[in-house]
T-cell receptor, first 113, second 112 residues
Framework: NAGVTQTPKFQVLKTGQSMTLQCAQDMNHEYMSWYRQDPGMGLRLIHYSVGAGITDQGEVPNGYNVSRSTTEDFPLRLLSAAPSQTSVYFC????????????FGEGSRLTVL | DQQVKQNSPSLSVQEGRISILNCDYTNSMFDYFLWYKKYPAEGPTFLISISSIKDKNEDGRFTVFLNKSAKHLSLHIVPSQPGDSAVYFCAASGVGTDKLIFGTGTRLQVFP
């Protein structure tokens, strides 16, 4: 019953440091995505992928990179962290054609000092 | 430019009464609408959805209404229970895509 697993759950970075948020799903879902949640802003789409080898930008992609080498994994990379990237990050997945009925991970809280 | 808007950041309702959460959207290409529920320190979970070809969908205590001409949807919870206290997000997707755009959320508090 793993579903969508995100690691780490908490992370503190200094400005300019890099890190990768990991996301793995065991449901063989084609579609995966990353969101960030900020107060008053709701959930905003960062990047998404419709299958292995295919990624695309969402609403707020700047400062983030993604890749999708396997169906299961969809890591989110911050190359040079900024305080504006302090947020809670959620990874989600769904079968293709589900029209957005996403399964979410528990979130990763990132603080950039 | 916020394509999906929830103008009420919070709502407080007495147990047993009806909760009505509202959502507006601007993109006429959206054809599928969803509501998600989120408890603190957890990921959002899918609650109920509606296709643009319908104007109502019901699932137990939860009913979603869609008014396409007004680009407005609402979620009705009847009767409201304390366990319904959470943040509710509406979301929308377009034709042939799983890409989901969320609103800003409404925090519902149901008090005894």
């Amino acid at each position: 019953n793993a579903g969508v697993t995100q690691t780490p759950k908490f992370q503190v970075l200094k400005t300019g440091q890099s890190m990768t948020l990991q996301c793995a799903q065991d449901m063989n879902h084609e579609y995966m995505s990353w969101y960030r949640q900020d107060p008053g802003m709701g959930l905003r789409l960062i990047h998404y992928s419709v299958g292995a080898g295919i990624t695309d930008q969402g609403e707020v992609p700047n400062g983030y990179n993604v890749s999708r080498s396997t169906t299961e994994d969809f890591p989110l990379r911050l190359l040079s962290a900024a305080p504006s990237q302090t947020s809670v990050y959620f990874c989600a997945s769904s079968p293709s054609g589900s029209s957005g009925e996403l399964f979410f991970g528990e979130g990763s809280r990132l603080t950039v000092l | 430019d916020q394509q999906v808007k929830q103008n009420s950041p919070s709502l407080s309702v007495q147990e047993g009464r009806i909760s009505i959460l509202n959502c507006d959207y601007t993109n006429s290409m959206f054809d599928y609408f969803l509501w998600y529920k989120k408890y603190p320190a957890e990921g959002p979970t899918f609650l109920i959805s509606i296709s643009s070809i319908k104007d109502k969908n019901e699932d137990g205590r939860f009913t979603v209404f869609l008014n396409k001409s007004a680009k407005h949807l609402s979620l009705h919870i009847v009767p409201s229970q304390p366990g319904d206290s959470a943040v509710y997000f509406c979301a929308a997707s377009g034709v042939g895509t799983d890409k989901l755009i969320f609103g800003t959320g409404t925090r519902l508090q149901v008090f005894p």
